[in-house]
Each structure stands twice: as C-alpha cells, then as structure tokens.
C-alpha cells in the first residue's frame, strides 16, 4: 500500500453527531467521570477533564468520522475500510462495552439524510451482539441486520434484529465459516442492499 491509498477522516462535528445521539448524551460524554462507566475503565474518570476531551473523545470523534469517509468512499469506489470504530455497543442515548459513538448509525443517517442511499444491510461479526446499532435501527424498514454473536458473553440482554445468529465458545472455524455461508448469501440476495457495512468489531 501507499500513502495515496489512505485518507484521513475529519471528527464528527456535533451536528453530525445529532443524527443519532440525543444532546443529553453529548453533554453527559464531555464528562470523564461518566464516560468512564460507557468504557468501562473506571481509571478514565481521574483523566482531567481537557486531556480527556482533546485525547480520548477526540478520537473516538475521529474514528467515528472515518467510518462516514469509509461509507463515503464504498459508495464511490465500491469498497472502503475504517482501521478502526465499528462501536456497536452505543445507542442514541448510551454508550458501552468501550463504545462512546454510534458510529455505524450516524454514517448511515446522514448518507440517507444526503439522498445518497435507502436500504443498507449492517453484517456483524464482532464476537458480541451490536445491542447500540440494534437499539438505533429498531423497526427501521430501510435497514437489516444481520449479527453473529458468540451467546453467552456481553451484553446480557439481546435485542432482536432481522437475523441474530447465535453461537457457543468453542465454535471450529469450519462451524463459524458454514454459518456465514448459510446467512450472509442470501440476506444480500432477499434485502438487496445499496450499502453493507462490515462491522468486524
């Protein structure tokens, strides 16, 4: 690869960020002490309050914004990857399991919000159920999601979405390879999607 394959993502600006997260949530991030419990490092809340915010929130605004430039970038060019985000655990109203932005939903909200896309299919493979993208996404027509999930790990409660494929510890990677065959296929081939993001976790 060279330099002229990467781009770099501007943060999410707070506008951007309202696609999907209510002010509250914004507000209540800006705060190290309660951000703390969405990381789940209990350490963070000691990190001063502007290190925090120029350090740590920044580059979740950053990553996330790479995640709408991915999104950007695969409808122009047919493919594109975010390094890093993929945070399926946070919602519209809560953050968790390290996750502090809907990074996914709010790419998706404003590509639609733009005109550029209707029916976007989020495949899932992080090893815990995305409950933050389900929770955002729930009775939405225009989205399908399809989550494999190892069943007896975080988060405890699953949401429902189009399809949850569940599996245990221990799967063989012949086991795990025949259920993305069994699933991803044809979700593409039934919901025919303009856009799939790839959320690998």
Same mark, same amino acid.
């Given at each position: 690869?060279?330099?002229?394959?990467?781009?770099?993502?501007?943060?999410?600006?707070?506008?951007?960020?309202?696609?999907?997260?209510?002010p509250h949530y914004?507000?209540?991030?800006?705060?190290?002490?309660?951000?703390?419990?969405?990381?789940?490092?209990?350490?963070?809340?000691?990190?001063?309050?502007?290190?925090?915010?120029?350090?740590?929130?920044?580059?979740?605004?950053?990553?996330?914004?790479?995640?709408?430039?991915?999104?950007?970038?695969a409808l122009e060019?047919?493919?594109?990857?975010?390094?890093?985000?993929?945070?399926?655990?946070?919602?519209?109203?809560?953050?968790?399991?390290?996750?502090?932005?809907?990074?996914?939903?709010?790419?998706?909200?404003?590509?639609?919000?733009?005109g550029k896309l209707?029916?976007?299919?989020?495949?899932?493979?992080?090893?815990?159920?995305?409950?933050?993208?389900?929770?955002?996404?729930?009775?939405?027509?225009?989205?399908?999601?399809?989550?494999?999930?190892?069943?007896?790990?975080? *988060? !405890? +409660?699953? #949401?429902?979405?189009?399809?949850? /494929?569940? %599996?245990?510890? =221990?799967?063989?990677?012949?086991?795990?390879?025949?259920?993305?065959?069994?699933?991803?296929? *044809? !979700? +593409?081939? #039934?919901?025919?999607?303009?856009? /799939?993001? %790839?959320?690998? =976790?």
């Amino acid at each position: 690869r060279s330099p002229d394959d990467f781009l770099v993502p501007e943060p999410l600006t707070e506008e951007q960020l309202l696609a999907v997260h209510t002010p509250h949530y914004l507000k209540e991030i800006e705060s190290p002490g309660k951000a703390a419990r969405y990381l789940e490092f209990p350490a963070a809340a000691l990190i001063p309050g502007p290190v925090y915010r120029s350090r740590v929130l920044a580059s979740f605004k950053t990553t996330s914004g790479g995640t709408l430039l991915a999104a950007r970038g695969a409808l122009e060019h047919g493919l594109a990857i975010n390094l890093a985000g993929g945070y399926a655990h946070a919602s519209a109203d809560a953050g968790g399991g390290f996750c502090l932005i809907a990074d996914v939903p709010i790419a998706i909200r404003i590509l639609q919000e733009e005109g550029k896309l209707k029916r976007v299919l989020i495949i899932d493979t992080d090893c815990h159920h995305g409950q933050g993208n389900a929770k955002v996404f729930a009775d939405d027509e225009s989205m399908r999601i399809v989550d494999f999930y190892q069943d007896d790990i975080y *988060p !405890a +409660l699953k #949401e429902t979405v189009w399809l949850n /494929v569940p %599996f245990d510890a =221990g799967i063989s990677d012949e086991g795990y390879m025949k259920l993305l065959t069994r699933h991803v296929g *044809p !979700a +593409l081939d #039934e919901f025919k999607p303009e856009l /799939v993001m %790839f959320v690998m =976790g």
